[in-house]
């Protein structure tokens, strides 16, 4: 099985912020790698595909980088409704990240 | 529009089984495969399964291999995920979710997800 990890666990910024996100998968995934946000008492919303592609309607504040095993998320200029948590995904074998909560400072 | 509408909200005593739908609409069913993702209390996304909506085959986490079962029913655009031999742990929020891209084109990422399906296993 492949095995994910994010860093940080929490991330406490302010809006305007550039804040930035690392998963790493136990194994290369080559670009399989999507990123989502979740918000509490809601269903997971799609940001990210193949690693740097950004799905249609969201916003261009959001990017992603990396190939094989690291992977990063970066939020350009945190906006009030970016506070949420987000997690990656491989889709090889599709498991999670545990989740980064990025929470007001 | 293109949504993906899951049943209420059940509870279950330890041993049962569960059975929850997922109605697609707004796309043509068997074009986009439908997956199951649960997600306990505080914890992470969890893969369970997923069926080839046109060709009703299915693959499963091992995991959760022996007590799950995806099938579908093309007539009625709805997938359904049936656990069964029900403890506390699969106390969670259970979602289903349809890929980004066609069936033939491989596994893909959950672009489309349902409202979510609160199960509680309690005696």
């Known amino acids: 099985d492949i095995q994910m990890t994010q860093s940080p666990s929490t991330l406490s910024a302010s809006v305007g912020d550039r804040v930035t996100i690392t998963c790493r998968a136990s194994?290369?995934?080559?670009?399989?790698l999507a990123w989502y946000q979740q918000k509490p008492g809601k269903a997971p919303k799609l940001l990210i595909y193949e690693a740097s592609s950004l799905e249609s309607g969201v916003s261009s504040t959001f990017s992603g980088s990396g190939s094989g095993t690291e992977f990063t998320l970066s939020i350009s200029s945190l906006q009030p409704d970016d506070f949420a948590t987000y997690y990656c995904?491989?889709?090889?074998?599709?498991?999670f990240g545990p989740g980064t909560k990025v929470d007001i400072k | 529009q293109v949504q993906l509408v899951q049943s209420g909200a059940e509870v279950k005593k330890p041993g049962a089984s569960v059975k929850v739908s997922c109605k697609a609409s707004?796309?043509?069913?068997?074009?986009?495969?439908i997956h199951w993702v649960r997600q306990a209390p505080g914890q992470r996304l969890e893969w369970i399964g997923w069926?080839?909506?046109?060709?009703?085959?299915?693959k499963y986490s091992q995991k959760f291999h022996g007590r799950v079962t995806i099938t579908r029913d093309t007539s009625a655009s709805t997938a359904y995920m049936e656990l069964s031999s029900l403890r506390s742990e699969d106390t969670a929020v259970y979602y289903c979710?349809?890929?980004?891209?066609?069936?033939?084109?491989?596994?893909?990422?959950?672009?489309?997800w349902g409202q979510g399906t609160m199960v509680t296993v309690s005696a």
């Open positions: 194994q290369s995934i080559y670009n399989r």
């Open positions: 069926v080839n909506t046109a060709n009703g085959n299915t």
């Open positions: 995904q491989q889709y090889n074998s599709y498991s």
């Open positions: 707004g796309y043509t069913f068997t074009t986009y495969a």
């Open positions: 979710a349809s890929d980004r891209a066609p069936i033939e084109a491989g596994g893909d990422v959950f672009d489309i």
